[in-house]
């Protein structure tokens, strides 16, 4: 029963946008409390939404192999619930790392498009330092040895060099990350499908 309470449980918020993967156990909570709803995709490929009674009542009716038994009744675990009252997309700021600017440019110098082993890559101030350029995701790119003696000092301007890239700070979607490493269930592809192309995706909603 432990286990089944480990499951991993996709939430939609109010608008239906896949904001976050919680435990069956969070989910039921809501679920109980009120503050969700399971939903339910239908063999028409339409999509059912049920509160907690609702939910208890069809797991008496249709009994399926991932319930789990309580005192006095079956209940059957949710694969997706839908979240009542939250209807925002919390922002996930990406650490200003060194790691997480390789993967922004994924190990690529940012002048002359070579990739490389991270060792053989340095940071460049695309803004030199003692000009006023910030480090910043904006003002921070990898350059490998070569392209990073030949500017030097200078502006890419100056040193006649051009950015392939011009650096922002990335918007990462932990969601389809988290998507590929798990058992991912048929139920949740409609939305993560949806979250992949539309939405960028956040913390922890609870």
């Known amino acids: 029963m432990s286990s089944m309470l480990n499951q991993h449980v996709l939430v939609l918020n109010r608008l239906w946008q896949a904001v976050n993967i919680c435990t069956a156990r969070r989910a039921l909570t809501l679920l109980f409390q009120g503050h969700a709803q399971a939903v339910l995709d239908r063999p028409d490929g339409s999509f059912q939404t049920f509160g907690f009674s609702e939910w208890h009542d069809l797991s008496q009716t249709e009994p399926h192999p991932e319930s789990i038994r309580t005192i006095s009744f079956r209940i059957r675990v949710p694969r997706v619930i839908l979240l009542m009252v939250y209807d925002h997309l919390p922002k996930k700021e990406v650490n200003f790392t060194r790691h997480n600017i390789f993967e922004r440019d994924k190990?690529?110098?940012?002048?002359?498009?070579?990739?490389?082993?991270?060792?053989?890559?340095?940071?460049?101030?695309?803004?030199?330092?003692?000009?006023?350029?910030?480090?910043?995701?904006?003002?921070?790119?990898?350059?490998?040895?070569?392209?990073?003696?030949?500017?030097?000092?200078?502006?890419?301007?100056?040193?006649?060099?051009?950015?392939?890239?011009?650096?922002?700070?990335?918007?990462?979607?932990?969601?389809?990350?988290?998507?590929?490493?798990l058992n991912q269930h048929d139920s949740w592809k409609h939305f993560i499908d949806l979250a992949y192309w539309n939405v960028e995706l956040g913390e922890d909603v609870g």
């Open 107 to 181: 190990n690529t110098c940012q002048y002359c498009g070579t990739v490389f082993d991270r060792k053989d890559l340095n940071l460049d101030h695309v803004i030199p330092r003692d000009r006023g350029g910030p480090t910043t995701w904006e003002n921070i790119v990898c350059s490998c040895i070569e392209c990073n003696t030949l500017k030097a000092n200078k502006t890419p301007q100056e040193a006649g060099m051009h950015l392939i890239r011009k650096p922002k700070r990335p918007k990462w979607r932990p969601f389809v990350q988290i998507q590929f490493s």
